[in-house]
Protein backbone atom coordinates (compact mmCIF):
# COMPACT_ATOMS: atom_id res chain seq x y z
CA UNK A 1 0.00 0.00 0.00
CA UNK A 2 1.51 3.32 -0.85
CA UNK A 3 1.90 6.10 1.32
CA UNK A 4 0.02 8.59 0.17
CA UNK A 5 -3.09 6.01 0.69
CA UNK A 6 -1.76 5.16 4.07
CA UNK A 7 -1.57 8.71 4.95
CA UNK A 8 -5.44 9.26 3.71
CA UNK A 9 -6.52 6.38 5.51
CA UNK A 10 -4.97 7.55 8.37
CA UNK A 11 -6.40 11.02 8.52
CA UNK A 12 -9.57 9.85 8.00
CA UNK A 13 -9.46 7.15 11.04
CA UNK A 14 -7.81 10.16 13.40
CA UNK A 15 -10.84 12.39 12.42
CA UNK A 16 -13.34 10.36 12.58
CA UNK A 17 -12.12 8.97 16.58
CA UNK A 18 -11.66 12.96 17.01
CA UNK A 19 -15.32 13.43 16.17
CA UNK A 20 -16.58 11.03 18.43
CA UNK A 21 -14.39 12.65 21.20
CA UNK A 22 -16.25 15.75 20.29
CA UNK A 23 -19.22 14.46 20.38
CA UNK A 24 -18.80 12.52 23.74
CA UNK A 25 -17.33 15.67 25.62
CA UNK A 26 -20.40 17.96 24.71
CA UNK A 27 -22.64 14.83 26.12
CA UNK A 28 -20.77 14.86 29.20
CA UNK A 29 -20.92 18.90 29.72
CA UNK A 30 -24.89 18.62 29.41
CA UNK A 31 -24.84 15.91 31.83
CA UNK A 32 -22.83 18.27 34.23
CA UNK A 33 -24.76 20.95 33.40
CA UNK A 34 -28.13 19.17 34.36
CA UNK A 35 -26.61 18.02 37.59
CA UNK A 36 -25.15 21.63 37.98
CA UNK A 37 -21.81 20.50 38.35
CA UNK A 38 -18.63 22.07 37.06
CA UNK A 39 -18.22 21.40 33.39
CA UNK A 40 -14.82 23.06 32.86
CA UNK A 41 -12.19 20.41 32.35
CA UNK A 42 -15.04 18.77 29.61
CA UNK A 43 -15.23 22.33 27.88
CA UNK A 44 -11.79 22.58 27.61
CA UNK A 45 -10.94 18.98 26.37
CA UNK A 46 -14.06 19.76 23.95
CA UNK A 47 -12.05 23.01 23.31
CA UNK A 48 -8.74 20.84 22.42
CA UNK A 49 -9.80 18.33 20.29
CA UNK A 50 -11.93 20.56 18.16
CA UNK A 51 -9.57 22.54 17.56
CA UNK A 52 -7.15 19.19 16.69
CA UNK A 53 -9.73 17.93 14.22
CA UNK A 54 -10.03 21.12 12.43
CA UNK A 55 -6.07 20.64 11.86
CA UNK A 56 -6.49 16.84 10.68
CA UNK A 57 -9.46 17.99 8.20
CA UNK A 58 -7.69 20.70 6.80
CA UNK A 59 -4.52 19.00 5.97
CA UNK A 60 -2.43 20.89 8.51
CA UNK A 61 -1.24 17.62 10.04
CA UNK A 62 -0.65 15.90 6.43
CA UNK A 63 3.35 15.18 7.52
CA UNK A 64 2.92 14.01 10.94
CA UNK A 65 0.75 10.91 8.96
CA UNK A 66 3.95 10.48 6.46
CA UNK A 67 6.18 9.82 9.91
CA UNK A 68 7.70 13.75 9.16
CA UNK A 69 8.63 15.96 11.44
CA UNK A 70 6.36 19.14 11.60
CA UNK A 71 8.66 22.71 11.48
CA UNK A 72 5.45 24.72 10.76
CA UNK A 73 5.45 27.33 13.82
CA UNK A 74 3.19 27.11 16.80
CA UNK A 75 -0.53 27.66 16.37
CA UNK A 76 -3.12 29.32 18.57
CA UNK A 77 -4.11 26.83 20.49
CA UNK A 78 -7.93 27.59 21.24
CA UNK A 79 -10.70 28.96 19.75
CA UNK A 80 -13.13 31.49 21.75
CA UNK A 81 -15.30 29.31 22.99
CA UNK A 82 -13.85 28.33 26.43
CA UNK A 83 -12.90 30.94 28.68
CA UNK A 84 -11.52 34.37 27.38
CA UNK A 85 -8.79 36.72 28.43
CA UNK A 86 -9.33 40.30 27.59
CA UNK A 87 -7.17 43.13 26.96
CA UNK A 88 -7.07 46.61 27.36
CA UNK A 89 -4.73 47.90 25.09
CA UNK A 90 -5.13 51.20 26.41
CA UNK A 91 -3.26 49.55 29.43
CA UNK A 92 -0.20 48.11 27.74
CA UNK A 93 3.28 49.71 27.03
CA UNK A 94 4.38 50.94 23.18
CA UNK A 95 6.17 47.67 23.13
CA UNK A 96 4.02 45.21 24.08
CA UNK A 97 0.84 46.44 22.34
CA UNK A 98 2.99 46.08 19.12
CA UNK A 99 3.97 42.78 19.83
CA UNK A 100 0.05 41.92 20.45
CA UNK A 101 -1.13 43.46 17.60
CA UNK A 102 1.25 42.15 15.07
CA UNK A 103 0.81 38.64 16.58
CA UNK A 104 -2.85 38.94 15.90
CA UNK A 105 -2.91 40.52 12.75
CA UNK A 106 -0.46 38.56 11.03
CA UNK A 107 1.20 37.91 8.64
CA UNK A 108 1.27 41.12 6.78
CA UNK A 109 3.19 41.46 3.46
CA UNK A 110 6.21 43.23 3.70
CA UNK A 111 7.99 45.87 1.09
CA UNK A 112 10.98 47.74 0.52
CA UNK A 113 10.22 51.15 0.02
CA UNK A 114 12.22 53.00 -2.58
CA UNK A 115 12.09 57.15 -2.24
CA UNK A 116 14.27 59.62 -3.20
CA UNK A 117 15.09 63.13 -2.03
CA UNK A 118 15.24 66.65 -2.76
CA UNK A 119 19.21 66.56 -3.89
CA UNK A 120 18.85 62.87 -5.14
CA UNK A 121 19.75 61.01 -2.38
CA UNK A 122 18.37 57.32 -3.05
CA UNK A 123 16.69 55.91 0.56
CA UNK A 124 15.54 52.31 1.17
CA UNK A 125 13.76 51.22 3.63
CA UNK A 126 11.69 47.91 5.12
CA UNK A 127 7.54 48.30 5.48
CA UNK A 128 5.14 46.12 6.56
CA UNK A 129 2.07 48.44 7.51
CA UNK A 130 0.34 48.37 3.85
CA UNK A 131 -2.75 47.65 2.51
CA UNK A 132 -4.49 47.77 -0.42
CA UNK A 133 -8.00 50.30 -0.07
CA UNK A 134 -8.98 50.46 -3.82
CA UNK A 135 -8.61 48.64 -6.56
CA UNK A 136 -10.45 51.43 -8.89
CA UNK A 137 -8.81 53.58 -8.46
CA UNK A 138 -5.60 51.60 -7.46
CA UNK A 139 -5.09 52.91 -3.59
CA UNK A 140 -2.82 51.30 -1.46
CA UNK A 141 -1.89 53.21 2.20
CA UNK A 142 1.00 52.96 4.49
CA UNK A 143 1.61 54.15 8.40
CA UNK A 144 4.96 55.90 8.64
CA UNK A 145 5.90 56.69 12.19
CA UNK A 146 8.93 58.89 13.91
CA UNK A 147 12.21 56.82 15.39
CA UNK A 148 12.72 56.74 18.68
CA UNK A 149 13.64 60.41 18.86
CA UNK A 150 10.90 61.65 17.35
CA UNK A 151 12.67 62.43 13.99
CA UNK A 152 9.97 61.93 11.06
CA UNK A 153 11.77 58.52 8.95
CA UNK A 154 13.55 59.32 6.09
CA UNK A 155 10.99 57.46 3.74
CA UNK A 156 8.34 60.63 4.32
CA UNK A 157 10.60 63.25 4.28
CA UNK A 158 11.31 62.19 0.63
CA UNK A 159 7.88 61.70 -0.27
CA UNK A 160 7.48 65.47 0.74
CA UNK A 161 10.33 65.92 -1.58
CA UNK A 162 9.20 63.58 -4.06
CA UNK A 163 6.00 61.84 -4.09
CA UNK A 164 7.16 58.91 -5.93
CA UNK A 165 8.13 55.72 -5.07
CA UNK A 166 8.57 51.99 -5.62
CA UNK A 167 7.97 49.46 -3.54
CA UNK A 168 9.36 46.18 -3.69
CA UNK A 169 8.18 42.96 -2.72
CA UNK A 170 11.34 40.20 -2.18
CA UNK A 171 11.13 36.58 -2.65
CA UNK A 172 10.92 34.51 0.26
CA UNK A 173 14.15 33.36 1.69
CA UNK A 174 17.06 33.89 3.74
CA UNK A 175 19.03 36.14 1.31
CA UNK A 176 16.16 38.35 0.79
CA UNK A 177 15.72 38.52 4.20
CA UNK A 178 19.50 39.49 5.08
CA UNK A 179 18.08 42.75 2.46
CA UNK A 180 15.76 43.61 5.27
CA UNK A 181 18.41 43.20 8.27
CA UNK A 182 20.69 45.23 6.04
CA UNK A 183 18.13 48.12 5.41
CA UNK A 184 16.26 48.44 9.07
CA UNK A 185 18.53 50.05 10.84
CA UNK A 186 18.12 53.95 11.16
CA UNK A 187 21.33 56.05 9.63
CA UNK A 188 21.59 59.15 8.96
CA UNK A 189 20.01 61.71 7.08
CA UNK A 190 21.40 61.21 3.31
CA UNK A 191 23.34 57.73 4.11
CA UNK A 192 21.65 55.33 1.40
CA UNK A 193 20.85 52.32 2.49
CA UNK A 194 21.52 50.66 -0.75
CA UNK A 195 25.33 51.10 -0.80
CA UNK A 196 26.06 47.23 -0.49
CA UNK A 197 22.78 45.90 -1.73
CA UNK A 198 23.22 44.07 -5.26
CA UNK A 199 20.73 45.82 -7.82
CA UNK A 200 20.77 47.59 -11.12
CA UNK A 201 19.43 51.32 -12.36
CA UNK A 202 16.29 52.04 -13.94
CA UNK A 203 16.55 54.30 -17.79
CA UNK A 204 16.91 57.01 -15.34
CA UNK A 205 19.61 56.28 -13.66
CA UNK A 206 17.57 55.48 -10.05
CA UNK A 207 18.69 52.14 -8.42
CA UNK A 208 16.59 49.52 -9.35
CA UNK A 209 16.28 45.91 -7.29
CA UNK A 210 15.91 43.39 -10.15
CA UNK A 211 16.15 40.36 -7.59
CA UNK A 212 12.78 41.30 -6.21
CA UNK A 213 9.74 39.50 -6.46
CA UNK A 214 7.62 42.27 -8.04
CA UNK A 215 7.71 46.26 -7.83
CA UNK A 216 5.17 48.68 -7.52
CA UNK A 217 5.49 52.06 -8.81
CA UNK A 218 3.58 54.73 -6.73
CA UNK A 219 2.87 58.40 -6.38
CA UNK A 220 1.90 59.43 -3.11
CA UNK A 221 -1.51 61.57 -3.28
CA UNK A 222 -2.42 62.24 -0.02
CA UNK A 223 -1.20 62.34 3.64
CA UNK A 224 -2.97 62.38 6.79
CA UNK A 225 -2.62 62.68 10.46
CA UNK A 226 -3.82 59.40 12.45
CA UNK A 227 -5.89 60.11 15.78
CA UNK A 228 -3.63 60.59 18.83
CA UNK A 229 -0.45 59.24 16.81
CA UNK A 230 2.50 60.25 15.44
CA UNK A 231 2.10 58.23 12.86
CA UNK A 232 1.18 59.63 9.47
CA UNK A 233 -0.93 57.38 6.92
CA UNK A 234 0.39 58.21 3.22
CA UNK A 235 -2.09 57.03 0.55
CA UNK A 236 -0.43 56.32 -2.73
CA UNK A 237 -1.94 55.58 -6.06
CA UNK A 238 -0.69 52.95 -8.01
CA UNK A 239 0.88 54.04 -11.32
CA UNK A 240 2.88 50.71 -12.31
CA UNK A 241 2.92 46.66 -11.45
CA UNK A 242 6.42 45.27 -12.37
CA UNK A 243 6.58 41.48 -12.82
CA UNK A 244 7.89 38.62 -15.04
CA UNK A 245 6.63 37.15 -17.42
CA UNK A 246 6.05 34.02 -15.27
CA UNK A 247 3.75 35.37 -12.73
CA UNK A 248 1.58 37.29 -15.06
CA UNK A 249 -0.92 34.96 -14.57
CA UNK A 250 -0.19 33.82 -10.88
CA UNK A 251 -3.23 33.93 -8.39
CA UNK A 252 -1.13 34.92 -5.68
CA UNK A 253 2.85 35.31 -5.06
CA UNK A 254 5.51 33.32 -3.03
CA UNK A 255 6.84 36.65 -1.13
CA UNK A 256 8.70 37.73 1.66
CA UNK A 257 5.81 38.13 5.26
CA UNK A 258 5.93 39.26 8.60
CA UNK A 259 4.76 36.98 10.99
CA UNK A 260 4.67 38.55 14.01
CA UNK A 261 6.34 41.17 15.62
CA UNK A 262 9.99 40.48 14.20
CA UNK A 263 9.77 36.84 12.43
CA UNK A 264 9.94 36.99 8.17
CA UNK A 265 8.83 34.02 6.96
CA UNK A 266 6.90 33.06 2.97
CA UNK A 267 3.71 33.61 2.30
CA UNK A 268 1.26 30.82 3.82
CA UNK A 269 1.02 28.45 1.30
CA UNK A 270 -0.57 25.09 3.39
CA UNK A 271 -4.24 24.95 3.47
CA UNK A 272 -6.44 27.05 1.39
CA UNK A 273 -9.88 27.38 0.38
CA UNK A 274 -11.42 29.57 -2.53
CA UNK A 275 -14.55 31.85 -1.30
CA UNK A 276 -15.90 33.91 -4.13
CA UNK A 277 -16.84 37.17 -1.67
CA UNK A 278 -17.60 39.72 -4.67
CA UNK A 279 -21.02 40.31 -5.24
CA UNK A 280 -22.61 39.15 -8.78
Not at 123 to 150: F, I
Request: glycine share 6%; net charge negative; proline share 6%.
Amino acid sequence: MGRDVLGDEAQRTVAAFLERCVAYAASSIDRKNERGEDASDWEAYRAHTAFALDEVRAGRLDAWFDGKESTEPARTPLRLTGERFVTRLDQLEHRERARLLASTLSPRPLVLVATTDASGRHNLAPMTSLSVVSNSPPLVVMSLSSDREGRARDTLLNLRDRPSATLYLLMSGPDDAALVEHTAPNVPRGTSEWDGVPHTVDEEGVPYLDRAAAALRVTMVEERGLPDAVARLVIFNVDEVHLPPSALEAEALDVLCQHGLDRLMASPTGWSQVVDHRSA
